[in-house]
């Protein structure tokens, strides 16, 4: 099978396999979690007689899950995060496949912090997009050092990489609408509420970008390589500011 796409006035072309999966599954045990949530809880259904496990004798499996969107597992959110508005991810309307930009950055060292900043941003995009006017639709931002450790992890109180505002104005400046980073915020774990990059992106109040996202917490391996790509951004159909998702990526010819 080959895909072969064109989005704006570029054309794109891909295998179709072998896809990637970013996404890391929200479980009861294991799974990246943060911002000092407890992991997935699955309770058996118990009521006027009824069992809802097949292990206990039940005739079927049927369980209460709990979980938060925003601290287990992999995530797309959007403008409702930050806003009083019940904005919903449910209601934005995104494309079945996207042009996306990979790239791989290791964050500089800021005060005691890990910062990915506005240089740093623009010199790893330029490396693989001669377009300085506008990005993909799409880009997925790879932490370094990269560990498969990151898909376990329990990110609470460690102080994570995060972006400098100027980098999310930069993003929507560039009509970036989908931002996919391997962390648990693009801003610092412990701000004062400030959420500056967050606001950056998504222009908020002054022009807010309803149909923009953001998703936290992806994987992406070694095995895909920075560069174009082509994203299908799968979120479960939660009317929420957060919903968990699914984002599959099928790696272009390069």
Same mark, same amino acid.
């Given at each position: !099978? +080959?895909?072969? =796409?064109?989005?704006? /006035?570029?054309?794109?072309?891909?295998?179709?396999?072998?896809?990637?999966?970013? @996404? =890391?599954?929200?479980?009861?045990? /294991?799974?990246? %979690?943060?911002?000092?949530?407890?992991? !997935?809880?699955?309770? $058996?259904?118990?009521?006027?007689?009824?069992?809802?496990?097949?292990?206990?004798?039940?005739?079927?499996?049927?369980?209460n899950v709990t979980f938060n969107p925003h601290g287990n597992g992999t995530h797309t959110e959007c403008l409702g995060h930050?806003?009083?508005?019940?904005? @919903?991810?449910?209601?934005?309307?995104?494309?079945?496949?996207?042009? #996306?930009?990979?790239?791989?950055?290791?964050?500089?060292? =800021?005060?005691?912090?890990?910062?990915?900043?506005?240089?740093? !941003?623009?010199?790893? #995009? &330029?490396?693989?997009?001669?377009? %300085?006017?506008?990005?993909?639709?799409?880009?997925? $931002?790879?932490?370094?050092?990269?560990?498969?450790?990151?898909?376990?992890?329990?990110?609470?109180?460690?102080?994570?990489?995060?972006?400098?505002?100027?980098?999310?104005?930069? *993003?929507?400046?560039?009509?970036?609408?989908?931002? *996919?980073?391997? *962390?648990? @915020?693009?801003?610092?774990? @412990?701000?004062?509420? &400030?959420?500056?990059?967050h606001h950056a992106y998504w222009r908020y109040p002054d022009s807010p970008r309803r149909q923009a996202t953001i998703t936290?917490?992806i994987y992406a391996p070694e095995l895909l390589q920075d560069g174009i790509h082509l994203l299908n951004l799968q979120t479960?159909?939660?009317? *929420?500011?957060?919903?968990?998702?699914?984002?599959?990526?099928?790696?272009?010819? +390069?």
């Amino acid at each position: !099978m +080959q895909l072969n =796409i064109e989005f704006g /006035g570029k054309s794109f072309t891909a295998s179709g396999e072998p896809e990637v999966d970013l @996404s =890391i599954p929200i479980a009861e045990q /294991g799974g990246a %979690s943060a911002w000092y949530v407890d992991n !997935m809880k699955v309770d $058996v259904v118990r009521s006027n007689g009824f069992l809802g496990s097949v292990a206990e004798g039940g005739s079927v499996n049927f369980r209460n899950v709990t979980f938060n969107p925003h601290g287990n597992g992999t995530h797309t959110e959007c403008l409702g995060h930050i806003s009083p508005e019940a904005d @919903s991810v449910e209601a934005i309307s995104i494309p079945f496949l996207l042009p #996306c930009l990979l790239v791989s950055i290791k964050p500089e060292h =800021i005060n005691g912090d890990e910062v990915i900043g506005l240089t740093q !941003m623009q010199a790893v #995009c &330029a490396q693989h997009w001669s377009d %300085s006017n506008q990005l993909p639709p799409a880009i997925i $931002v790879r932490t370094l050092p990269h560990n498969v450790g990151k898909t376990s992890r329990n990110w609470s109180n460690t102080n994570p990489a995060y972006f400098t505002s100027d980098v999310a104005t930069w *993003l929507a400046d560039m009509d970036v609408s989908h931002w *996919l980073i391997d *962390l648990p @915020s693009v801003d610092r774990e @412990s701000d004062g509420g &400030a959420l500056a990059a967050h606001h950056a992106y998504w222009r908020y109040p002054d022009s807010p970008r309803r149909q923009a996202t953001i998703t936290e917490f992806i994987y992406a391996p070694e095995l895909l390589q920075d560069g174009i790509h082509l994203l299908n951004l799968q979120t479960a159909p939660f009317d *929420l500011d957060a919903t968990p998702s699914r984002p599959v990526v099928i790696p272009c010819n +390069q």
